[in-house]
């Protein structure tokens, strides 16, 4: 899994990605990674739909949903990305759920007195 991480941040590098997105990338990417390797998957090919959804309901528990939905349409585009490598017949991201979007309320209008 290190070696298809730093293979899609070298893309990002080559594509002049900002170095902080790129950052951010590899750090959510390895959290993914060391997720994986406690439940003994070690291979883009071993992971499945179910990891997916379990790692993003461990996620959900940790941070806003807006943080949960960023990672989880950087897996749609990492394992999307392996796919088009041919490390993977298929992306197990292509079913996961994106979280909705949570938008801050409108500022109340002054009190009319």
Excluded at 25 to 53: I, M, N, Y
Excluded at 73 to 82: A, W
Excluded at 93 to 109: C, D, F, H, T, W
Aim: aromatic content about 10%; overall charge positive; proline content about 9%.
């Amino acid at each position: 899994m290190k070696a298809a991480i730093e293979q899609y941040t070298t893309r990002l590098r080559v594509l002049a990605r900002s170095p902080l997105t790129i950052e951010y990338f590899g750090r959510v990417l390895c959290q993914h990674t060391d997720w994986l390797a406690q439940r003994k998957v070690f291979h883009p090919q071993h992971v499945r739909l179910s990891h997916l959804e379990r790692f993003q309901r461990d996620l959900v528990r940790q941070y806003h949903p807006n943080s949960v939905r960023a990672r989880v349409q950087l897996f749609r585009r990492f394992y999307s990305y392996l796919k088009k490598q041919g490390v993977l017949v298929e992306s197990p991201a292509e079913g996961l759920s994106v979280p909705k979007r949570i938008l801050p309320l409108p500022p109340s209008p002054p009190d009319a007195e």
